[in-house]
C-alpha cells in the first residue's frame, strides 16, 4: 500500500458493493484494506490502524459491533453504509459515525470518507 495515500478499510461482504467502493475510494487517493468477515478485520487491526474505516453493519460472521467499539475507543473515523434505518442504531455505537445509507453511489461514500480525513487533520 502507498504509504503517502491515506488508508481505508472496508468492511463489506458483498463482492460486487466492495468491488465499486474500492474502485471509488482508490480513485480519491486512498490506499484500500477489503475484509469479509468480522474476525479478519480484528486480525487486520492488530498490525494496522486505519485513516477512516467504511462499516457495513452485518458481515457473513457477525455485526461489526466489537470492531466499531474498537474504533471510537481508539479515535478512528468511520462511515457506516448498511441498508439498515438509522433510527434502529440510534442508540449504539453505529451512530457515532457518518451515515451512508445502501443502496448508494460510491462516490457519496468516497466523500464521506475523505470528509472524515479532512475533519481529523
Known amino acids: ?5 491515506p488508508l481505508a478499510l ?3 461482504d ?5 468491488m465499486d467502493v474500492e474502485q471509488a475510494l482508490d480513485s480519491a487517493g486512498f490506499a484500500v ?3 469479509l468477515t468480522c474476525a479478519d478485520a480484528e486480525q487486520w487491526l492488530e498490525a494496522h490502524r486505519p485513516d477512516v474505516v467504511i462499516v457495513d453493519i452485518m458481515l457473513k460472521d457477525g455485526t461489526c459491533e466489537a470492531i ?10 468511520f462511515v457506516v453504509h448498511s441498508g439498515d434505518v ?5 442508540n449504539t455505537l ?15 461514500l468516497a ?3 475523505s470528509g472524515l480525513i479532512l475533519q481529523t487533520s
Open 1 to 5: 500500500m502507498d504509504q503517502n495515500c
Open 10 to 12: 472496508l468492511l463489506e
Open 14 to 18: 458483498e463482492a460486487l458493493i466492495a
Open 33 to 35: 484494506a477489503t475484509m
Open 68 to 77: 466499531v467499539s474498537r474504533l471510537v475507543q481508539d479515535h478512528v473515523p
Open 86 to 90: 438509522p433510527s434502529l442504531h440510534a
Open 94 to 108: 453505529f451512530s457515532r459515525g457518518v451515515w451512508v445509507s445502501k443502496p448508494s453511489d460510491s462516490r457519496e
Open 111 to 113: 466523500e464521506a470518507a
